[in-house]
Nanobody
Framework: QVQVVESGGGLVQAGDSLRLSCAAS????????MGWFRQAPGKEREFVAV????????YYVDSVKGRFTISRDNAKNTVYLQMNSLKPEDTAVYYC????????????????????WGQGTQVTVSS
């Protein structure tokens, strides 16, 4: 079993950067793909990014391509989401998830591919 805990959220201005972290427990962390999702008030949870268990494959939702970067450090059981050029529409609760996402990595955009979820961290971007 894997437990995940997000951190790094906060209140920033448009154009600023934030780095979210997701610390995972369990010796099997390196065998899981890791994804980031977000949910804005009044909206459904949406996929943001996914990274394969090796870190060699990633996939992003179009709205964050070129601005967000997902990475992982399996030695530290941690996955990161570097968010640059933040926009007010990025305001949401960001969730980290772990799952044995099948090939190809684009399948990681489906929340059903994940077995373990964190409690979320709030990101607020003011204009």
């Amino acid at each position: 079993q894997v437990q995940v805990v997000e951190s790094g959220g906060g209140l920033v201005q448009a154009g600023d950067s934030l780095r979210l972290s997701c610390a995972a427990s369990g010796r099997t962390f390196s065998s899981y793909a890791m994804g980031w999702f977000r949910q804005a008030p009044g909206k459904e949870r949406e996929f943001v990014a996914v990274i394969s268990w090796t870190g060699g494959s990633t996939y992003y939702v179009d709205s964050v391509k070129g601005r967000f970067t997902i990475s992982r450090d399996n030695a530290k059981n941690t996955v990161y989401l570097q968010m640059n050029s933040l926009k007010p529409e990025d305001t949401a609760v960001y969730y980290c998830a772990a799952g044995r996402v099948g090939f190809p990595i684009v399948r990681g955009r489906n929340a059903n591919e994940y077995d373990y979820w964190g409690q979320g961290t709030q990101v607020t971007v003011s204009s």
